[in-house]
């Protein structure tokens, strides 16, 4: 995960999930139970489905609601992946951590003097409201910020430093920095490429830009598969996606491992051709509820053991249920079984 390249930033960040949208569910509770479809209106879609540009590329996003509190906190994930689910979420958690803390440390100057690069967007850290609760996303390489921008003061502060406007629209802008980095800007979120990572292409950044803003399609209107498997999954919490309906989630990882901060470990289930693997978090001592949906291309050739033999194996209260292609499995986690996930994002780095 140092491939992520946002540095330590200063604090710990606790996790738990803001209890806001999340997509109803059927879950069976025994093997072999049907899932119940769901429909796919944009209604039904996860809150991050609005981030993912109309785009003929494969799919690797994470997504993490955060609140920092006390209580767990997340560390780098171990080397050694036992259980994917699980695996997969707490590794979305430790990105969505270091993508805020990235910005909190700006704000607060923390790790002043530090060698250690802290991102720079071009403008003034206050210009981001960061007293509510938010979400961290990466899209491939591209990180996320949703939490409110004061988008005039921040294109006035790029115009009065070293950095250049691009772009400007009365909804968005993407400002260029003497760096090489780009950060683009809605009136929700701040969309940008992490300052040691090998970056997208600039259009890739302004496509995530133009499609919150609504000027531009979202992936799921345009790709009635992608639609389905995200109404399908939860939408709170921590959570790694990939989706590669021409290929493989396996093949999908294999080509981004080098350059993708986004950790989705394939073991069983990597003839998939996507995959939503979330765990819902919580700072408390309760076991925290977990799903994984798979989708594979024959159902009649898929093999549910091999598939499902990792996928959840360390949760509590485990099911793994079916619908042709569609596998979804559920269960919790006690902290016990993710104490292995916790420690010092600093240390870390």
Known sequence: MGTLGLAAVGGLAGCSSDGGERTATTTATAT?????????????LPPYANFV??????VLLTTF???????????????????????SSMTAAYVGSLLELSVVAGESGLLAGSELPIADF???SQRLDTSGVRRALTVGTVGVLELPVDLESAI???EDGAGRVEFEAEDRAVIANPDGTRAGLTTDAVVFTPPTVDAESPERLRDIVDTRAGARPPKHEADDGFASLLANADATGS???????DGTVETLTGERASSSPVSLPTEGFGAATGAVFRIDLDNGDEPQPASGVMRFPE???LDLEAATESVGSAAADRSVTTDGGTVRVTGAYSWDALSEFEGSLIDAL
């Not at 072999?32 to 039904?44: A, K, N, W």
């Not at 540009?53 to 494969?58: G, I, K, N, Q, W």
Request: include cysteine.
């Open 53 to 58: 540009p109309d785009t003929a590329d494969l």
């Open 299 to 301: 159902a009649a050739s």
């Open 32 to 44: 072999g139970t049907p899932v119940e479809p769901q429909q796919t209106e944009t209604g039904d």
């Open 156 to 158: 006035a502060d790029a």
């Open 239 to 245: 959570l790694a996606c990939g989706y590669a309906p």
């Open 122 to 124: 071009g403008f003034e």
């Open 65 to 87: 609601d955060l609140q920092v509190e006390s209580g767990h906190r997340v560390g780098s994930p171990p080397e050694t992946v036992r259980d994917p689910l699980r695996y």
